[in-house]
């Protein structure tokens, strides 16, 4: 192994669902790393290329689920399972989804661009 | 907030003791973190220039605890707490500790420097 290209950290932390500003675990954080992962692996791009890991909160809550792409300096935003095709062809390609990447004013709640709902939490099951 | 000009993603991932490539955190990585994002914000370096966060595995072990230091795109490994002053003063002076640094042959284990030591576990208190 070397040094990746990139490195992708995908934001996990988990508030109370309902908190105001929310966090990237409640609106599916957890599946969308596993799923990135997954995908990436699956075009032979987790050895050499783009390695994916998780990380502690980046202080975009609003804005979650959110991806730093390191060391390319820039975040992805509001990233839902839908998205990683287009961001694997983008890592693939040496471009980024102009759609997903945050401009600086999301980096501000003050200023930010509406936040996507929380993923509903299912009932408890029985037992 | 903006965006931070750095982020420092220190690996906390976790094996058993013993394990041959050691893992960040049985070498102290989680005294680490939170001892170095400590000092960062009595710097009053963290609301503006540098947040620290933890992260899953970044794939070089046998070289932790590691620090990805991004979007600078380098590691700092085998890093000690008597390492964050030095590390601290660095990014104050958008330099950094050179003796640090991981080289590209610690990328991979077998052409890695030498590890260091498992932190010791605590033997069991009373009861």
Redesign the interface.
Known sequence: ????KH?L?VCTNRRPPGTPKGSCATRGADGLYMALKAELAARGLAKAEV?T???????VCWAGPVI?V????Y?YGRVTEADIPAIADALASGTRVERLV?P?GD??QATAGPMIPETPVPPPGPG
Chains 1, 2 share one sequence.
């Open positions: 192994m070397a040094q990746r490195y950290f390695r890991c998780t990380a502690s909160c980046l202080d730093a390191e060391p390319d300096g975040f945050l600086a980096f501000d």
